[in-house]
């Protein structure tokens, strides 16, 4: 048989294929070929069934995925097919609206408000409030703003004008809420989450351009279903209302966006909604070696709520997964580059064949900077590499000007934060540079005097580079750069943005330069480092040649495989996140085991997680392995590095006692029991004052309870054997009861996760 698009599936892909009527789910682990099902199945659809693509929807969560799935359905019938409905959900909606918005008197050019826009329009709303980011931080009020939207009617606000009350309508969230609707309804203006919303809200009150779409979606196909959200979720399944095909690809393991609203439920209950699903199960792999696979298998095994399930594979056995422990980051990343260059040479790969995964973007700075040491070519994915973020080009053009006193440095940052000195004040001070040959700074210093350029903020900006050129005399280079932050303004300006990822990212500069003076044993030349810098910021232009490492956050890597991944940074509070830890507790226990399990399921040949020793200047922690190396029998990969025996011993009780903290840790809803008080149910979680509140049913009161009160444990009847669907169905069930992901331990406010991609942050957003 010689047929592209059916030989090369197993059995059950085949039955997924050709299933191609009513409602069908697919249930499957990493690597087991679920997409290729799915894109088979549509390049099926198409070219036996002779349905025309533009009748099959096909959505996934990222826009990188979405391109991968176009891909391969091209690689199987070929270009000459419309496959713009392989999109993601954000995709379909703006496809949708730019067609069918006018229904709701809104223009077919309407603005789509990315990260950085959402925060334009908060800063204005910041200001117009007079609020700062010690009441409030952009990314709490952006998750506030996200979860109203996902639960409240505000669209009678936006579209007719009904009055509405957001949730606490009197706290600062809701006040700044409001403005920023009314901002973006003077603007015509929607945000992600509006896309989804709009679109459903059309779709819901115009059964005209219901049915129109409802008719012309013949299949709906949705892959990574696991993470799709109630909205989201809606969407799919009343556009499938006429047909009634709708086809569900997912693996609940691998849900990583619990955190903002995605329900796995909507995959593992589809046969309770619609009696008729037919479910196929895959449990082949084929992607990774047996060694690969044995460590997620393993990892995955250590979650609580999940139905078990390994994977198996005929793959070659292959190499053995490797940990490498480095004394410090700067090993850790080197040994990575070293061995980066050993593939290359024994294994016949190219750069390309290569990814380095990591758990927050601003892990990527130790790898970059190891990466340009070495000469290696790498990409960064969805995100901005460390030394352009802008906070970071602040911070480094005011050490130039110090030092070298140049115009661009002068011209960043003569007004920023602003000190009124606007065009004119400019356009005067070029002209009597240009005539009198002299830098701007300079010509600043001889003309202060001038009529149009003697004003009070000239005069403070030469007094201040002068202060810091004296200061620059006498500190380091790290504290120069704290000095710099505070004398500028501008450490006051990155906290009133409420841009809390700028703060993140200079402590991390700063804890680079710290290194560098302990590697030093001295003072860094601030010149000498300047020009170390600036190789790794024009680095980037170098676009045109593909063959490059890649460097990706877990969550950008979900649905894609590479033949070699390093999992850098392997470190308790990084991975798993101490930041999730302290907001979701047990939840996000689970969650970050999940994104260790999809970072190791991407790797196909060989797999690599290393770690470094050290001080952590974010957490203000020691380093040590993260608590997930422990959870791996350790003849299922080799060691490479000296990890001392009281490093490891030392790690290994710091991950003992987490794991029991995991253990006793628990969420709202809970039931608990107490040595003296017997069974409770915890009420609430107190991240701030660490206890729990916690209503005993047999005194009838509540009570703080310390987290660390290590007599409170599970009550029996809450501890339940998971082993089945069923089993797991009523587990779900049972959570209904749990804390919302958007919400924090007090249930008032969101946290401080970001709920966008923005240039600085760790998820990706799905875009179109
Ligand atoms: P993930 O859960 O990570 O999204 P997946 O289940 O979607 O994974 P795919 O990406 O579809 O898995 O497939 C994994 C790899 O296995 C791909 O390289 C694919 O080409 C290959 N593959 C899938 N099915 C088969 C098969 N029947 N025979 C050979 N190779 C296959
Ligand atoms: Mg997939």
């Known amino acids: 048989m010689n047929d592209p698009i059916l030989e090369n599936l197993n059995e059950s892909q085949l039955q997924a294929v050709r299933t191609t009527e009513g409602y069908v789910r697919v249930i499957a682990g990493a690597g087991s070929g679920k997409t290729k099902a799915l894109t088979s199945r549509f390049a099926y659809i198409v070219d036996r ?29 070929g270009d000459l097919f419309d496959v713009s409905f392989i999109t993601t959900y954000h ?17 077919k050019n309407f603005i789509i408000l990315d990260a950085e826009d959402q925060k334009t329009i908060l800063r204005e709303v910041f200001t117009e409030l007079d609020i700062n980011s010690k009441n409030l931080t ?5 998750r506030f703003i996200s979860k109203q939207k996902s639960t409240s009617d505000y669209l009678g606000y936006m579209l007719e004008n009904k009055s509405f009350e957001p949730d606490e309508k009197d706290s600062l969230s809701s006040r700044v809420y409001q403005k920023y609707l009314d901002k973006q309804k003077r603007n015509y203006a929607l945000d992600f989450d509006d896309l989804i919303h709009f679109t459903a809200f059309i779709l819901d009150s115009n059964p005209d351009v219901l049915l129109k779409w409802q ?48 329900k796995p439920e909507y995959l593992v209950e589809f046969d309770r ?69 050993e593939i290359l040479k024994t294994e016949n790969a190219a750069f390309s064949d290569i990814t380095i995964l990591y758990r927050s973007n601003h892990l990527s700075r130790n790898i970059e900077q190891a990466l340009i040491k070495e000469n290696i070519p790498y990409a960064i994915f969805g995100g901005v590499r460390f030394f352009e973020r802008k906070e970071i080009k602040d911070v480094l053009s005011f050490l130039r000007l110090i030092v070298q006193g140049d115009n661009f440095s002068f011209l960043r940052l003569h007004n920023h934060p602003s000190r009124g000195l606007g065009k004119k004040f400019m356009e005067r001070l070029s002209l009597l540079a240009g005539e009198q040959n002299l830098p701007l700074l300079q010509a600043l210093q001889h003309n202060i005097e001038d009529k149009e350029l003697g004003k009070k903020g000239a005069a403070d900006f030469l007094a201040l580079v002068a202060a810091l050129k004296t200061d620059a005399e006498t500190n380091s280079i790290s504290d120069l750069v704290k000095i710099i932050l505070d004398k500028s303004g501008l450490s ?31 003072p860094v030349n601030i010149a000498e480092y300047l020009q170390e810098i600036a190789l790794y910021t024009d680095l980037d232009k170098d676009t045109e040649n593909q063959d490059k490492v890649r460097l990706m956050t877990i969550h950008i890597s979900k649905g894609l495989e590479f033949p070699y991944v390093f999992l850098c940074g392997f470190t308790e509070g990084v991975l798993p996140s101490a930041l999730s830890i302290k907001e979701r507790r047990k939840r996000a226990i689970e969650e ?58 030392a790690a290994q009780s710091s991950a003992a006692a987490s794991k029991s903290s995991e253990d006793t840790s628990f969420s709202e809803g809970d039931l608990v029991q107490h040595p003296v008080w017997n069974k409770g149910k915890v009420l609430s979680v107190d991240s701030e004052k ?3 509140i916690v209503h005993f049913f047999e005194m009838g009161k509540e009570k703080p309870i310390d987290f660390a009160f290590r007599f409170l444990t599970s009550a029996p009847d809450a501890q339940e054997e998971i082993s089945s669907p069923a089993d797991l169905l009523q587990l779900h069930e049972n959570l209904k009861n749990a804390p919302d992901p958007f919400e924090d331990e007090t249930g008032k406010t969101a946290i401080n996760q970001n709920i966008f991609n923005d240039k600085n942050t760790d998820e990706e957003q799905p875009k179109w």
């Open 592 to 649: 970050e085991r999940r994104l260790m399990y999809v970072a190791v399921t991407r790797a196909e040949k060989r797999f690599y997680m290393t770690d470094s020793e050290g001080f952590n200047f974010t957490t203000g922690l020691n380093k040590y392995p993260s608590r997930f190396l422990f959870e791996i029998k350790e003849e299922f990969y080799v060691r490479k590095g000296k990890l001392s025996a009281e490093i490891l011993q």
């Open 492 to 522: 006051e300006l990155y906290r009133k943005d409420g841009d809390e990822d700028r703060l993140e990212n200079i402590k991390e500069l700063v804890s680079s330069m710290l290194l560098l003076e302990k590697e030093n044993n001295g």
């Open 690 to 692: 660490n206890q729990y």
């Open 215 to 262: 008719e012309m979606l013949h299949y709906i196909q949705v892959d990574e279903a696991q993470d799709s959200s109630d909205s989201q979720f809606h969407l799919v399944e009343i556009l499938s209302r006429v047909h009634q095909n709708l086809f569900l690809v997912g693996d609940p393991d691998q849900t990583i966006y619990e955190w903002r609203g995605a």
């Open 91 to 107: 995709g379909f909606c703006v496809r949708f609206l730019r067609e069918e918005i006018n229904k709701i008197h809104y223009p």
């Open 138 to 142: 952009f990314k709490q009020v952006l």
């Open 273 to 341: 909604m619609f009696p008729d699903t037919k479910t196929i199960i895959m449990n082949q792999n084929y992607r990774s070696t047996p060694n690969i696979l044995k460590v997620g298998n393993h990892i995955i095994k250590n979650n609580k709520i999940r139905v078990d399930k390994d994977m198996v594979t005929d793959n070659p056995e292959g190499v053995e997964v490797v940990h490498f422990h480095g004394k410090n980051d700067y090993e850790e990343t080197v040994w990575v580059a070293s061995e980066i260059k």
């Open 49 to 77: 069934l002779g349905i025309n693509s533009s009748n099959i929807l096909c959505v996934t969560f990222t826009n990188k995925a979405a391109q991968e799935m176009k891909r391969r359905v091209k690689a199987l019938i």
